[in-house]
């Protein structure tokens, strides 16, 4: 089993930066690719940003030049730096890792998520 735990929500003003991370624990083999998600309310979940490796990364384009994805392997931790944040950016912010399990086969795995609140 992977958990994975998020930190770094909160309430913020408009223009403002926050630092999400998500580390994941437990038994596998290895972690693919590590993403963030978020879901405002009403809305359905969508991609934030995902990194895959240490390099390979893609951003939503309502957060490219705003927000930043890194991972730490040696930490099995992401991280996502949010600068400029406005108030649509409010949601509860989800960790999404792709493991490889010990007897490898391929799973997703969901951090119980984080608010973050942006005022105006």
């Known amino acids: 089993q992977v958990e994975l735990v998020e930190s770094g929500g909160g309430l913020v003003q408009a223009g403002g930066s926050l630092r999400l991370s998500c580390a994941a624990s437990g038994s596998f083999f290895s972690l693919n690719a590590m993403g963030w998600y978020r879901q405002a309310p009403g809305k359905q979940r969508e991609l934030v940003a995902a990194?895959?490796?240490?390099?390979?990364?893609n951003y939503a384009d309502s957060v490219k030049g705003r927000f930043t994805i890194s991972r730490d392997n040696a930490k099995n931790t992401v991280y996502l730096q949010m600068n400029s944040l406005t108030p649509d950016d409010t949601a509860v912010y989800y960790c999404?890792?792709?493991?490889?399990?010990?007897?490898?086969?391929?799973?997703?795995?969901w951090g119980k998520g984080t608010l973050v609140t942006v005022s105006s």
């Open positions: 990194i895959r490796g240490g390099t390979s990364t």
């Open positions: 999404n890792a792709e493991v490889v399990t010990r007897t490898y086969y391929t799973m997703h795995f």
